[in-house]
């Protein structure tokens, strides 16, 4: 899916681990589908699932108003910004470019988890959140704190 994400020019982000709440529109969403629509009947099949989980996404589109986003509905937000989808490009056998953020609280150890590398942090960081930023042409890792670069380190990436 990152791999995706960077050919189509979107950046991934990836939140803190058992932090839900920092995607609360996508949550939002997920607990109405929950109690909405999927506890509310039985399906006898994949299929029907399906068709009807395709009708409660158009009605939720087009009647549920979210405060994120002004009062608007999804259907709204997308009509004013005059989205217009795109063919999916092949995929590239170019190198990948793009960056991939990762959201990380630095714990009482002073150490950055991204992917299964352990990095060491400055004290000043502890108990603070910080944004590693991932530049997969350069391969380089740059920390973000308040806006301010305060480390930047070789990250290489295996193929």
């Known amino acids: 899916m990152v791999r995706f994400c960077l ?3 979107v950046i991934p982000v990836f939140v803190p681990f058992s932090e839900p709440w920092r ?3 996508v949550e939002h969403y997920n607990d109405t589908f929950d109690k909405r629509f999927f506890r509310t009947e039985r399906f006898p099949d994949v299929s029907t699932l399906a068709a009807r989980m395709a ?3 158009d009605f939720h589109n087009a009647q549920h108003r979210y405060s994120a986003l002004g009062g608007a509905t999804p259907d709204e937000v997308e009509a004013r910004a005059r989205f217009k989808p795109r063919a999916l490009k092949k995929r ?3 190198k990948l470019t793009g960056t991939v953020e990762y959201i990380r609280f630095i714990r ?3 150490k950055l988890h991204v ?3 352990e990095l060491p942090m400055p004290e000043s960081l502890v108990y603070e959140y910080v944004t590693a930023v991932l530049t997969v042409e350069t391969q380089q890792l740059a920390v973000h704190h308040h806006g301010e670069v305060v480390l930047t380190v ?3 990436l295996s193929p």
């Open 7 to 9: 050919v189509q020019g």
């Open 23 to 25: 995607q609360g529109v």
């Open 55 to 57: 009708d409660f996404e």
């Open 92 to 94: 590239s056998t170019s």
């Open 108 to 110: 009482s150890d002073a």
């Open 115 to 117: 992917l299964s590398a």
């Open 154 to 156: 070789p990250f290489p």
